[in-house]
């Protein structure tokens, strides 16, 4: 199985900026290797993705409603995916959470339900 921990969330003004992290492990340690995931969730909605990155390639997508804000990227050992948040808006405030999906396609895919693992989630307060 593959473990992943989110962190890095907080509370910013609109404008501000963020990097979460997701730290990833699991059993081959750093030689396991999928498609990670960005998702969010706000209290009473849907979990929505907001931005993948895949194993075989790198590439990465992003929704519509993040482009040109966020960026996702990795370190070098693929041990921790990042999540740069810039020009954050109130609309962005939700529980973020990292993911891990087994099929590692090579165009990450945005359906919460073709993800295999999931972090525990980290909050993102944006204020107006």
């Known amino acids: 199985q593959v473990q992943l921990v989110e962190s890095g969330g907080g509370l910013v003004q609109a404008g501000g900026s963020l990097k979460l992290s997701c730290a990833v492990s699991?059993?081959?340690?750093?030689?396991?290797?999928?498609?990670i995931g960005w998702f969010r969730q706000a209290p009473g909605k849907e979990r929505d993705f907001v931005a993948g990155i895949a194993w075989i390639g790198g590439k990465t997508v992003y929704a519509d409603s993040v482009k040109g804000r966020f960026a996702i990227s990795r370190d070098g050992a693929w041990s921790t995916v990042y999540l740069q948040m810039d020009s954050l808006k109130p609309e962005d405030t939700a529980v973020y959470y990292c993911a891990a999906d087994r099929e590692n396609p090579t165009t990450p895919r945005s359906g919460r339900n073709e993800y295999d693992y999931w972090g525990q989630g980290t909050q993102v307060t944006v204020s107006s």
């Open positions: 699991g059993a081959g340690g750093v030689f396991s290797r999928y498609t």
